[in-house]
């Protein structure tokens, strides 16, 4: 038990400093870590707890909360947040002491330009494999296909098509 | 200048009612309700917390909490915000593990996963859109792409050759830039 609660408290704390760009960069290596390495669920399970989270409210990693908890409990659940928020927390507060310092330097601007393709490709590598691990039926890419479409194209709020989707998988899903 | 509490149920209100990433309710939040910050010291503050590592509403919520309490603030910045969603999401887990053997609740949430999924798609499309006049940030996502989705590369090796080469282009780009000008 305590050597999963330290496995955990590794791989978030690690993932915590590499998640520049947000969460979903770092989705396929948490994904890599908890299904391939350690097998603690099946990738399909991985991408229902994704699901769960994004219909949760609130910051967009809660599915580091639900693994924590899903694979040790409550412990498991305090580790990998602690460890999960802890680490970029920390950069935060000695980065807000020195931001002020360097406003204007270029180097600022040059750095959050050199990041931002590296961002691009690695949400691009998170949505397909999450795709690929949830969508098990012509159906569910069907589904999958549509929202993505709506949600590029119009501005309508992501509980809904989330909540569309789910009916359309109870109602669907029984009959294909 | 708010306090510790005022700062917690600030963002514990956040936290609670912003579905589908909070980034847009932080700004309603902070600047439009609370007047914390003006206009642009939120932008600015954004700028630094989309820049590190972590989610930028997280890093947000450390930042504002830090700037007006100090070490304090920022916990209550941060508990506030992940306390509400981490016992809704658990909740949602807990009835999730006692329903997933039920055929209905297995498809609902196949039809949840695969929205979800699509929303992500979206999300990279318009990450990706901006990318499509700089033929070398194109490839340097490409790389990024192959290396994690293809290769199944794990993410530190990938970052520490694709972060710094990303960069090196970017400032010699740069440095073109000026000497042309």
């Known amino acids: 038990m305590i050597a999963t609660l330290v496995v955990l408290a590794l791989i978030f704390g690690q993932l915590s400093l590499l998640a520049f760009g947000g969460g979903n960069t770092i989705l396929p290596e948490m994904q890599r870590q908890v299904v391939d390495v350690h097998h603690w669920m099946p990738a399909s399970e991985f991408s229902a707890l994704f699901a769960l989270a994004q219909a949760a409210p609130g910051p967009n990693m809660m599915i580091v909360t639900l693994i924590g908890w899903h694979v040790a409990g409550w412990s498991g659940m305090l580790v990998t947040s602690l460890a999960k928020f802890g680490p970029s927390s920390l950069v935060t507060v000695a980065a807000l002491h020195a931001w002020d310092r360097f406003k204007d330097r270029p180097w600022r601007a040059i750095a959050q330009k050199g990041l931002a393709p590296v961002t691009a490709g690695l949400v691009a590598a998170s949505a397909v494999l999450i795709a690929q691990a949830s969508d098990t039926t012509w159906l569910a890419w069907n589904i999958t296909g549509v929202c993505a479409a709506l949600a590029f194209t119009t501005r309508i709020h992501p509980l809904w098509l989330l909540g569309v989707g789910s009916l359309i998988g109870l109602v669907g899903l029984g009959f294909f | ?181």
């Open chain 2, 1 to 181: 200048m708010p306090s510790c509490g005022e700062i917690f149920k600030g963002f514990l209100g956040l936290g609670l009612t912003s579905f589908g990433g909070a980034l847009p309710l932080v700004r309603r939040t902070v600047v439009e309700r609370h007047r914390w910050l003006s206009g642009t010291e939120f932008t600015d503050l954004l700028g630094l917390c989309q820049f590190l590592p972590g989610g930028n509403v997280i890093n947000l919520s450390v930042a504002i909490g830090m700037r007006f309490r100090g070490w304090r603030g920022a916990l209550a910045g941060i508990l506030g915000l992940i306390a509400g969603p981490s016992l809704v999401v658990i909740a949602l887990g807990v009835l999730y593990e006692h329903t997933q053997n039920d055929p209905r609740v297995q498809h609902l949430f196949a039809g949840l996963a695969a929205a979800a999924a699509g929303l992500l798609i979206a999300m990279a499309a318009k990450m990706l859109l901006p990318l499509r006049r700089d033929p070398l940030a194109a490839g340097i996502a490409a790389l990024g792409f192959i290396a994690i989705a293809v290769l199944r590369a794990p993410l530190l090796p990938t970052m520490l050759v694709l972060t710094p080469l990303s960069i090196a282009l970017a400032s010699l780009h740069a440095r073109r830039a000026g000497a042309r000008r």
